[in-house]
């Protein structure tokens, strides 16, 4: 059972990364999957979630329009799509298991962290 991120850098605002989340096939086939992130000294922020069950997706207000989930099955990876991206945007980001709706949420399983700097 695991989840590796990988794919974070620095990237100038404006800017483009795509972050990657291999995931095992148990975690993949009946956990939803999706990113969270988090800031020295705030509090940890859902960021996106892609259901399992039916690939519907659900997105935090402040990535809405800019960040894009997916997955492809065949690689055992959840991606995450990230355009203009903000200075607001730098944080540490983990992939979990998730459940969205009115926010999302984690449900249990964890992976390690990829750092996001968004800087000129």
């Known amino acids: 059972v695991q989840l590796q991120a990988s794919g974070g850098g620095l990237v100038q605002p404006g800017g483009s990364l795509r972050l990657s989340c291999v995931a095992s096939r148990f975690l993949l086939d009946y956990y939803s999957i999706g990113w969270f992130r988090q800031v020295p000294g705030k509090e940890r922020e859902g960021v996106s979630c892609i259901m399992s069950s039916d690939r519907s997706t659900y997105y935090a207000d402040s990535v809405k329009g800019r960040f894009t989930i997916s997955r492809d099955n065949r690689k055992n990876t959840v991606y995450l799509q990230m355009n203009s991206l903000k200075g607001e945007d730098t944080a540490v980001y983990y992939c979990?298991?998730?459940?969205?709706?009115?926010?999302?949420?984690?449900?249990?399983?964890w992976g390690q962290g990829t750092l996001v700097t968004v800087s000129s």
């Open positions: 979990a298991t998730c459940g969205g709706g009115r926010t999302i949420y984690p449900t249990g399983y």
